[in-house]
């Protein structure tokens, strides 16, 4: 009797010796009711004990705002396109359910901030976790930045899950050629719904930024530490996720912010200078789907480079300097064997799973071994712009191309002149 | 002061306990810790923001902590906190001793625990939860206690997590400490059925009885938490928090209803309890909980089979009785014993040749006697050894007292020195002091006799022989 309940209807039930009122629960399954009491509580009840039902009222609505949104032609439009990773998510408290939210009123009804710093645009790409986001998924994204360019926006942020945020930035960044805005990449490690959410701290430095510089490119906009002040403005190329749940997670690798950003004390503090690139823009958005990483381990198991035959890109993350056992022990020499012949086919790309520091493959013969049967070194990009990076060369160049460009500096991936940043 | 006639009155009273946790944190793996002795070495600032349900509305309590729009500053020591309270990390899965003893304080209620446990998060606006939200978990409905003025419904209990404590309050920041916070708290909601002043002392202590017979929950001052819920007729719910003690409910209760007696009918409040029985304003009730699951959290479901293999502690109450009945000891030294945490009847059985009582007494009264004159700690061990020693005749009775001294002060004792000496051999030597002081009181030969014999005879049978020879 308790099945044909949807969710969401207010009903009353008696057990053997109590009577519970609140309202049907939509993950109540056929053993257990979960009811939303009147004191806001949800429980669970089996339903094998429930001796009579009774419907008070059914199903109840979730209300949205009704804030209504100004444009102000004193200030510069700025889109945000959602790809997923809510940053706007809003609670029922009739229901307990949490809803992810689009709309331009209610982002600004959650966010009045912005309405100081910008007209919002707010427009809904996609709503999946970022560790599914596929090749395919980074072209509906650039599809979207370019009907935001083409509508004259002063700049986009891109709502995104944070896991592959890293890689999508670097997909972007590689797909467009003289970005004449900025695109900036917002997540949060805590979800919105609650008060201690970082989205909102991420998401108003960021319309801030693009409000108010001169930037264009792409970029990723986080928390700089676990305080809620200051957000980083990191490259899109070098920076990384390096922790599972901080909300300071991401950490620039082998270079250093663009700027500093704090809304409530106005504050841009510029740290790289800016290069914008001139000329008319446009984009490639091939990408190469045969295209994998392996990461190097004691005891490697030669099957494991024979497994991508057939792949036209390999990233290998080797151990420091960019290594991989290679010598004459008997197992080690299926390795190198498997190497030799897989590198006629295919592009192997050397990164560190050091993640700091650049590859170079002259101090050690291991290295000097790797780079005659064809590995290039992968200069000190991280391993995830390698593999964007080569999935995109190989998607939109030749093979002979691909391999010369691959350890070029195209969209400042590779960092020359490394400094003492670190951790 | 006029007598209160609370039927004519209206009124109606209801209780809310709150209780700390011994053990680790509920949702993390750090020492359930109150205070921390060390000084914070983290330190960090956040900003909370409201977040609007449904109707962008926000309730009253939670504006009221808005409308001072002020910068929150938190402090921790890395012994007591970890990036769970900071915030930083999801929770861990629900520590499964706490749950245990919410279980268990849910059965010695006579509650019907629910099926399924679905932690939820509460909108927490003023800071004192990192997250925003306080986890909290609806365990048991629908029980009863039974008073001395007839039973009293318990309506929930509940089981989550302490709250960080304010240090600190200026024009633009608050800043909270994090020992305490993610401590596991039971909270017990009575039914508003307390028929007088003096009767919600009488609930508050017997639910606090019941708690700590569990033997898992935390002791002294803020361990537990009494809220006192008043209403007369005509006027509206007023609820009083922050009592220092027990004894303070009926006085402070009787005043708050002299007070609205004299005042118009106010909004519902909460006030704050004083230490002369008066109250004062607070803030505004807060309006109806903020709820939504906590998803980060499994939901529990509850089996027969598990409530059937928790082991229910005997109360407090049952165990004092059973002393002062079959030992015939004072409510005072039972409570005492109870209070030691150990299995008294266990010594019983092992020293089976010594007085029961002198048992007791050792344990509470020569132990605490000891510890207060040298300023030295008497461990059960110590006491253990040295009730062996006279059970087993080694010594006498008095050598206890002096064994434990020794063990206390020096960590050893030298049994010879107590060794029981030949009752013949005794009464000669009586005999040579008392030949030997002829003009001395009773008194002094008695302090001469036990200079020499001190804990090697029992000073009554000294005293006996020696007034034996005396007459002679
Ligand atoms: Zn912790």
Redesign the pocket.
Known sequence: MVKKFKGLEKIEVELKDEVYKGIVMPNSDSETLFLKLESGYNVGINIKDIKKVKILDKKIDIKSSTVKVKHNKNLPTVSILHTGGTIASKVDYNTGGVVARFEPEELVSMFPELEKIANIKSIFVSNVFSENLRFKDYVNISKAIEKEIKSGVKGIIIGHGTDTMHYSAAALSFMFDNLPVPVVLVGSQRSSDRGSSDAALNLINATYFIANTEFTGVAICMHKDINDDTCLIMPALKTRKLHSSRRDAFKIINDEAIAEVNYSKNKIKMIKELKNEKGAWKSKNKFEEKVGILRTYPNLNSKQIESFKGYKGLVIEGTGLGHISIDNSPENKKIFNALKKLSKSCVIVMTSQCIFGRVNMNVYSTGRELQKIGVISGEDMTTETAYIKLAWLLGNYKKDQVKQMISTNLKGEINKRIGLEFI | MIMINYKELGFKSGLEIHQQIEGR?L????PAIVNDENEPNIKFKRKLRAIAGETGKIDRAAEFEMSKDKEVIYEACSS??????YDEEPPHELNKDSLDIALQICLLLNCKVVDSIQFMRKTVVDGSNVSGFQRTALIGTNGFINTSKGKVNIETVCLEEEAAKKVKEENNSITYRLDRL?VGLIEIATAPEIKDSEHAREVASIIGMILRSTGKVKRGIGSIRQDVNVSIKGHNRIEIKGFQDLKNIPRTIDNEIHRQLKTKNEEGHVRKANPDFTTEYQRPMPGASRMYPETDIKIIKITKKMLDSLELPELISEKTNKFIEKYKFSEELSRELIKMDIDFESYIHKFSKVNPEFIANVLVEVRKEIQSRFDKEVTIPMIENALGYYNEGKVGKDAVYEILVDFATKGDADLKKYEQVDEKEIEKEIKEIIHKNKNLSFGALMGEIMKKYRGKVDGKKASELLNKHLKQ
């Open positions: 944190k949702f993390c793996k750090c007591s906190s970890c990036l769970v309270e993610g």
